[in-house]
C-alpha cells in the first residue's frame, strides 16, 4: 500500500456502497471482526479490512492495545472491534481492547448457558464474599452461593468475623459456574454452590416433603442450623431458627450442638436445597394450652428476651409469653425491674390459642 491517506469523499466505505450496496449491511458499529496489521507507527496504528477498506486505532485505543500490538507483526492478524463505520478521515475507527474484552463476555455467556463448571482461583475477599478472575474480568462470588461446606458460620453474623473466615480461602482454587452477567455493568457472579446442586437435585430425588429423616448437626449459625442427612451425608439441609421449636429461639445452640444426632422432618425441597423442621416433630403446646392455663392464673416464668414491645417469658410446658412494654413506660424502666435468667410470677391476662399468642402482666 503506497499511501495510507484517504479522502472522505473517495473513501472505500463510500465506494463500497456505490458498487456493492447489500454487501455494506453485513458491517455495522459493534462487530467483532478479523483483520490484518498494515502499518503500526507511534500515533497510529492501520489495518487491513478487505473489502471494506482500512482500519484505523489512536488515541486511547491505541494505548489501550499496546500490550496486544507489541507482538504482532505485519501481516498478522486480530480481532477488532468496529467503533465508528467511518472516521472524517474515511477510514474504519477500530479497537483491539474493546474486540478481546467483547469476546472475553461471549465466552463467558457461553458458559453461563451451557452451565459448565470452570476452576478459578480467589484472589480477594470481602464480608459479602470472596472475588476472582475469569477471562480477564473480576467475577464476585456471594457469600449466599457457597457451599455449606465453605460458608462462615458465625455467631450473630459478625461481618468483621465473617471477612475473617473468607480471607482464609484467598489463593485457594474452588470450582464454580456463572450464574449471572452483564457487560455493560461489568457485572459477572458466580456461585460453588451451583455447581454441586446438579449433583445433589439427582440424590434428593428418593426424598419427598413430608419425609422423616435421621441426621447429623453439621453446623450452626445465628439464622438456623444445618443437617447433614445421616443416610447420605452428601446431602445437607437448613432448619430455619422459626422451625426449631414452637417458641420463639434466641441462639439456636440452645437447642443443638454440633454433631448431635437429631430426627428432622422435611418440609420443602427447592432449587436443589432442602429445608427441614425440628418443630415439626414436637407436640405443639398451643393446641393443649386450654389444658394447662386458664385467664387470671398465676404462674412462674423466666425473662428470656427483651424487644422494643417488652420481653418474652418462657413458663412451662414448652410455651412462651409477652409480657408488655406498657407495663413499665418504657425499655429503661423494664430493665430496672427484671432480669434476663431470672424467675418471676406472673398472672395470665390473655389467651389466644389461634394466633399462638399469650399475655402476662407482672404480679406485684
Do not use: C
Not at 477510514?91 to 483491539?96: A, C, N, P, Q, R
Not at 427447592?270 to 386450654?290: C, H, M, N, Q, Y
Not at 413458663?315 to 418471676?344: N, R
Amino acid at each position: 500500500m503506497s499511501s495510507i491517506t484517504a479522502k472522505k469523499t473517495n473513501s472505500a466505505i463510500n465506494q463500497l456502497m456505490k458498487t456493492e450496496p447489500d454487501l455494506i449491511s453485513f458491517l455495522k458499529e459493534g462487530d467483532l471482526i478479523e483483520v490484518k496489521l498494515l502499518k503500526k507507527t507511534p500515533r497510529a496504528a492501520y489495518f487491513d479490512l478487505d473489502k471494506f477498506g482500512t482500519g484505523i486505532i489512536y488515541g486511547i485505543e491505541l494505548s489501550n492495545a499496546r500490550n496486544l500490538l507489541r507482538d504482532l507483526q505485519v501481516g498478522g492478524s486480530v480481532a477488532a472491534k468496529i467503533t465508528d463505520l467511518e472516521n472524517e478521515s474515511g477510514f474504519v475507527e477500530l479497537s483491539l481492547a474493546g474486540a478481546r474484552q467483547q469476546r472475553n463476555w461471549q465466552e463467558l455467556k457461553e458458559l453461563r448457558d451451557n452451565e459448565g463448571a470452570l476452576t478459578v482461583k480467589i484472589v480477594g475477599a470481602n464480608s459479602g464474599g470472596l472475588v476472582t478472575t475469569i477471562n480477564e474480568v473480576k467475577a464476585f462470588l456471594p457469600v449466599s452461593q457457597l457451599t455449606s461446606e465453605h460458608y462462615p458460620r458465625v455467631d450473630n453474623s459478625d461481618r468483621n468475623k465473617i471477612l475473617e473466615e473468607l480471607r482464609k480461602f484467598v489463593g485457594q482454587e474452588m470450582k464454580v459456574k456463572i450464574i449471572d452477567l452483564n457487560p455493560r455493568t461489568n457485572k459477572l457472579i458466580v456461585s460453588e454452590r451451583g455447581v454441586i446442586e446438579q449433583n445433589i437435585k439427582e440424590l434428593i430425588e428418593k426424598y419427598k416433603v413430608g419425609d422423616v429423616i435421621d441426621g447429623i448437626v453439621s453446623g450452626i449459625a445465628d439464622f438456623g442450623v444445618f443437617i447433614r442427612f445421616a443416610d447420605n451425608p452428601a446431602i445437607e439441609g437448613l432448619v430455619h431458627i422459626f422451625e426449631i421449636d414452637h417458641r420463639l429461639i434466641d441462639d439456636p445452640k440452645e437447642v443443638v450442638k454440633i454433631n448431635e444426632p437429631v430426627k428432622v422432618k422435611i418440609i420443602e425441597i427447592k432449587e436443589g436445597r432442602v429445608f427441614l423442621s425440628l418443630k415439626a416433630l414436637k407436640p405443639d403446646p398451643w393446641e393443649t394450652i386450654g389444658d394447662k392455663l386458664k385467664e387470671g392464673q398465676e404462674v412462674n416464668g423466666v425473662v428470656y428476651k427483651f424487644n422494643p414491645f417488652g420481653a418474652y417469658i418462657n413458663l412451662e410446658h414448652g410455651l412462651q409469653g409477652l409480657l408488655h412494654i406498657v407495663e413499665f413506660g418504657s425499655p429503661e424502666e423494664m430493665k430496672k425491674e427484671l432480669e434476663i435468667g431470672k424467675q418471676y410470677q406472673f398472672i395470665v391476662e390473655s389467651i389466644e390459642p389461634k394466633e399462638k399468642r399469650l399475655v402476662l402482666k407482672l404480679k406485684k
